[in-house]
């Protein structure tokens, strides 16, 4: 049953990242995204990272998408949006084309687990030493603040360069 639900999480997220991508309104392109950020928590906690389930809903599917909510409001974009009669076929058929492309995938990397990539990786009663030793917060805080801190802090200042930019070209219309 587990494998059932994170292959439906799995095509639900692609295709709402899909729909992100192809969405012309841009409130829709907002509304795909909350469904694509709420399935990527589904499959955390089908993998029992419930902490990240949630941090990826306080902070991804509420905080960082009122932002963005914000941000399109502010610079008034949508009003001119006309429904396209061609978008359920559409959307039927890019459904249909992840998940075969999801399938094929899992059918291809079925026996991936004895594979050397997974080797650099610890195994269940690794982790659970982990979690004992330093909590779930330290498991997850120390390689983020130590190995990919660089990456962390580019992120926060790609978003705050793209808020600037917004505020600054909303700013020149009114």
Same mark, same amino acid.
């Given at each position: 049953?587990?494998?059932?639900?994170?292959? =439906?999480?799995? $095509?639900?997220?692609?295709?709402?990242?899909?729909?992100?991508?192809?969405?012309?309104?841009?409130?829709?392109?907002?509304?795909?995204?909350?469904? *694509?950020?709420? *399935?990527?928590? $589904?499959?955390? &906690?089908?993998?029992?990272?419930?902490? %990240?389930?949630?941090?990826?809903?306080?902070?991804?599917?509420?905080?960082? @998408? =009122? %932002?963005?909510?914000?941000?399109? @409001?502010?610079?008034?974009?949508?009003?001119?949006? /006309?429904?396209?009669?061609?978008?359920?076929?559409? *959307? =039927?058929?890019?459904?249909? $084309?992840?998940?075969?492309? !999801?399938?094929?995938? $899992?059918?291809?990397?079925?026996?991936?687990?004895? *594979?050397?990539?997974?080797?650099?990786?610890?195994?269940? #009663?690794? %982790?659970?030493?982990?979690?004992? #030793? /330093?909590?779930?917060?330290?498991?997850?805080?120390?390689?983020?603040?130590?190995?990919?801190? =660089?990456?962390?802090?580019?992120?926060?200042?790609?978003?705050?360069?793209? %808020? &600037?930019? !917004?505020?600054?070209?909303?700013?020149?219309? &009114?």
């Amino acid at each position: 049953m587990a494998e059932l639900l994170f292959y =439906v999480f799995a $095509a639900v997220a692609v295709g709402g990242a899909l729909g992100v991508v192809f969405q012309k309104n841009p409130v829709g392109s907002l509304l795909f995204m909350v469904i *694509s950020l709420g *399935s990527v928590a $589904a499959l955390f &906690v089908l993998l029992e990272a419930h902490f %990240l389930a949630a941090i990826q809903v306080i902070v991804y599917a509420g905080a960082i @998408m =009122v %932002l963005f909510l914000f941000v399109i @409001m502010l610079l008034n974009l949508g009003h001119d949006y /006309q429904a396209d009669l061609r978008t359920g076929f559409w *959307s =039927v058929l890019a459904f249909v $084309a992840v998940g075969t492309v !999801a399938g094929l995938l $899992a059918r291809q990397f079925r026996g991936a687990a004895e *594979s050397p990539i997974y080797q650099h990786f610890p195994g269940p #009663e690794a %982790l659970d030493a982990l979690i004992a #030793e /330093q909590g779930v917060v330290g498991v997850i805080a120390r390689p983020l603040f130590t190995d990919y801190v =660089v990456a962390f802090e580019l992120t926060g200042l790609l978003l705050l360069v793209a %808020l &600037v930019g !917004a505020v600054v070209i909303a700013k020149k219309r &009114v």
